[in-house]
């Protein structure tokens, strides 16, 4: 157990639609960082936030948002769902400054969306 | 630019042999990462490198950060058949933002 939550686990719903995938991080975690992983392909880098400033952005998409609340969960939306969008959506979370801890990320479960 | 190249896409072993994956970019790297995926679970930190030239082992799990700081390798010795999974390399970039860049992975099939 990497400490870190996602909430739904599994998710199917129709094109054009909006979900919100939620994410806690671990305990005294500051940063939290989405990825998505698709059908045999790696992690690909969507967004981090840091005490709820957006930190790095990657190849998100502008359908796509998310925040980090003030007791520091995510939210992840992805709106006018696509064929193209069902895949593996992980946050991780990684604390802040340890020295010698840079890039060390605790990834959660993943939620999988289907849009079907 | 960004990508790391991971080789190879996947591997069929035999139970007791060993295994060597490796991770090479364009890029120059501060950090470089090896993460383990079994199926329907997230990535798991098995090891961290933060030097060129560093070698660390974990267990029969051995990495290093290449001199160039552009590569690094993954062994793993007498593969047992829990070590299935997929294999992340990932990186953090010279100058770059927190962010992990990762690799495709490695697909590891062990027969008993």
């Known amino acids: 157990d990497s400490g870190v939550t996602q909430t739904p686990k599994h998710l199917i719903t129709a094109t054009g639609q909006r979900v919100t995938l939620r994410c806690s991080p671990r305990?005294?975690?500051?940063?939290v960082y989405w990825y998505q992983q698709s059908l045999d392909q790696g992690l690909q880098f969507l967004i981090q936030y840091y005490n709820g400033e957006e930190r790095a952005k990657g190849n998100i998409l502008e359908r796509f948002s998310a925040q980090q609340f003030p007791d520091l969960h995510s939210e992840l939306n992805l709106s006018s769902l696509e064929l193209g969008d069902s895949a593996l959506y992980f946050c991780a979370s990684s604390a802040p400054g340890l020295a010698g801890a840079a890039g060390e990320l605790f990834f959660g479960e993943g939620s999988r969306l289907t849009v079907l | 630019g960004q990508q790391l190249n991971q080789s190879p896409q996947s591997m069929f072993i035999q139970e007791g042999e060993d295994v060597s994956m490796n991770c090479t970019s364009s890029?120059?790297?501060?950090?470089w990462l090896w993460y383990k995926q079994d199926p329907g679970e997230g990535p798991v930190l098995l090891i961290a490198l933060y030097k060129a030239g560093e070698l660390t082992s974990n267990g029969r799990l051995t990495a290093q950060f290449g001199i160039t700081r552009k590569d690094s390798f993954l062994n793993i010795s007498a593969s047992i058949p829990s070590d299935v999974g997929i294999y992340f390399c990932a990186g953090q970039l010279e100058g770059g933002s927190e962010k992990l860049v990762f690799g495709k992975g490695t697909k590891l099939t062990v027969n008993p």
């Open positions: 890029s120059i790297f501060n950090t």
């Open positions: 305990s005294g975690d500051l940063s």
